[in-house]
């Protein structure tokens, strides 16, 4: 346990923003959890719309540093590349 005002202070800041990142990157873990199950059920349109409220997630999570920016980038391209897999397979 920290003894000085300061050390208290920053244990205390630590733990708000490890409860905000853990929380950022829950969201984003259920997001692309919805992206998946949407692409599967062939919902294209509702599909865009959940891939562009994760790729907002993904981005302002890496702005923040909460996520490696390469990670939002990974994610955004595998995820597009189900929308793009998805309409290929069922017009075959």
Known sequence: MPHTR????RLRQNEKRRSFN???????????KKLKEVVGSGNMAQATIEYNLLAKKLDK????RVVHPNLAARKKSQ????????PQAAST
Do not use: D, E, F, S
């Open 22 to 32: 853990r929380a950022t990157v829950k969201a984003i873990k259920t997001q692309v």
């Open 6 to 9: 300061n050390a208290k202070k």
């Open 79 to 86: 995820c597009a590349g189900w929308l793009k897999a998805k």
């Open 61 to 64: 999570a890496a702005a923040r």
